[in-house]
């Protein structure tokens, strides 16, 4: 069962993506919020999700920050807005794990929230162009300034399979504080700025096996 939090920007547009996703035995809807901002907080602590759908009204709803810190630190996080944004793709590379449009049916959503939730990146077809610009991922051939350690390799690799801090405590016996150090101390290593970029670099590196 996948524990999921709604944030909409009014409680008739919660009311509707809840009655979209009810149909789906697999999904459940553990909590959800409207404006005001500061109940989000209080929201997820309540809740626990194992993913957010936030519908937006536009790249400058002022939760979308917030929204990006809790992707960050690995609960997955699916957008719906009414039109796509140039700047979705710097999101996506700050942990967004999906962008699809506010119209997106049922089927759609349950099929993004599996995806993410399963550790892959979803958008629309229609929305490419926006998403990613040439070059934003910069490749590097250039050897690691500072070697990982066998613990952070092992890290690596399970943010590799979509695995957040709490399922990688859990992998391994340690706290989910002792991971969050760890995939900082990571992206450090890698000079990356997010868990994805993260990924694709320890790929490249060799260190992430595909």
């Known amino acids: ?41 209080t929201v997820l602590a309540d809740s626990s999700p194992d993913v957010i759908v936030a519908q937006i009204e536009s790249s400058d709803d002022p939760q979308l920050q917030r929204l990006l810190e809790e992707a960050a630190s690995g609960t997955p996080v699916i957008v719906l807005a009414p039109s796509p944004s140039d700047e ?10 999906g962008a699809l449009p506010s119209n997106a049916s049922g089927d759609q959503i349950a099929a993004a929230i599996e995806a993410a939730v399963a550790g892959l990146v979803v958008f629309h077809a229609s929305d490419a162009d926006h998403l990613f610009e040439p070059g934003a991922v910069q490749e590097s051939i250039d050897s690691l300034p500072e070697a990982l350690t066998a613990r952070e390799i092992e890290i690596l690799r399970s943010l590799a399979e979509g695995l957040g801090n709490k399922e990688i405590a859990s992998r391994l016996g340690i706290s989910e504080h002792t991971v969050k150090f760890h995939v900082a101390s990571i992206m450090g290593k890698l000079g990356v700025g997010n868990r994805t970029e993260a990924v694709i670099s320890g790929i490249r590196h060799g260190l992430v096996p595909i």
């Open 88 to 97: 979705w793709g710097a999101m996506f590379r700050q942990g967004l794990r």
């Open 1 to 41: 069962m996948i524990r999921v939090l709604i944030k909409a920007p009014t409680p008739v547009a919660r009311a509707g993506l809840e009655s979209l996703l009810r149909p789906y035995p697999s999904l459940q809807v553990v909590g959800g919020y409207a404006d005001p901002p500061d109940a989000f907080s």
